[in-house]
């Protein structure tokens, strides 16, 4: 079964809209959560790396102040896009791996937005 | 930087053919891991490689990882239908998680 839920899977809004994502480590404990946007037909690029309880570490070119990330607890990351454009659309995935072991990163479903 | 390439971006291959996907990557970097995408899903995991000369093997695909030349291989047999997606390996940052990926193969299996 999944280890890492992903909620929601799909968001249609407005512009101007923020939009929040959950990603949840579901059977263990995840210090260290990672958020990626993939366009269509294209890679995944890294966007930022959650770290529990402390600011979150961008990828260049990316803005802090659009993108927000909290990891409030060992299990949780959300990452909220601000006053969403058109051009935010894509697809979101959060991804976490358990410490301390040679287990691959595992990603939540994603998550879908499309902005009007 | 990291850069990781793979080759071919697009695939299209009969039923029953073998081939190879390539996975090249720049910098020093002690695993190498490959990821499945179905169309509208997110990633499934394959495979983990962890050191020179790692080679696993499930079903109908195999990898393998040279850390020397810095390359990975995904090689199909004998492919059938539900191996068509799209392949991605992903390299780590030396000494932590954050990982570069491929660019991608879309994998198309004729019948």
């Known amino acids: 079964g999944a280890v890492v839920s992903q909620h929601p899977s799909w968001v249609i809004c407005k512009s101007g809209t923020s939009v929040k994502i959950e990603c949840r480590s579901l059977d263990f404990q995840a210090t260290t959560m990672f958020w990626y946007r993939q366009f269509p037909k294209q890679s995944l690029m890294l966007m930022a790396t959650?770290?529990?309880?402390?600011?979150?570490?961008?990828e260049q070119g990316v803005e802090k102040d659009k993108f927000l990330i909290n990891h409030a607890s060992l299990t949780l990351s959300t990452l909220t896009v601000t006053s969403a454009h058109p051009e935010d659309s894509s697809f979101y995935i959060c991804?976490?791996?358990?410490?301390?072991?040679?287990?691959?990163?595992?990603f939540g479903d994603g998550t879908r937005l499309s902005i009007l | 930087e990291l850069k990781v390439e793979q080759n071919p971006l697009f695939l299209s291959m009969q039923e029953g053919k073998n081939y190879t996907i390539y996975c090249n990557y720049s910098t020093t970097s002690d695993r190498l891991y490959w990821y499945r995408q179905d169309p509208g899903k997110s990633l499934e995991s394959l495979f983990v490689?962890?050191?020179?000369?790692a080679v696993k093997q499930e079903g109908r695909l195999m990898a393998s990882l040279d850390t020397k030349a810095r390359l990975s291989t995904l090689h199909i047999t004998a492919a059938v239908h539900d191996l068509s997606a799209t392949y991605f390996c992903a390299v780590p940052d030396f000494g932590n998680e954050k990982l570069t990926f491929g660019t991608g193969t879309r994998l198309t299996i004729i019948p």
């Open positions: 959650s770290n529990e309880g402390s600011k979150a570490t961008y």
């Open positions: 991804s976490a791996r358990k410490v301390s072991s040679n287990q691959p990163q595992h």
């Open positions: 490689l962890l050191s020179n000369g």
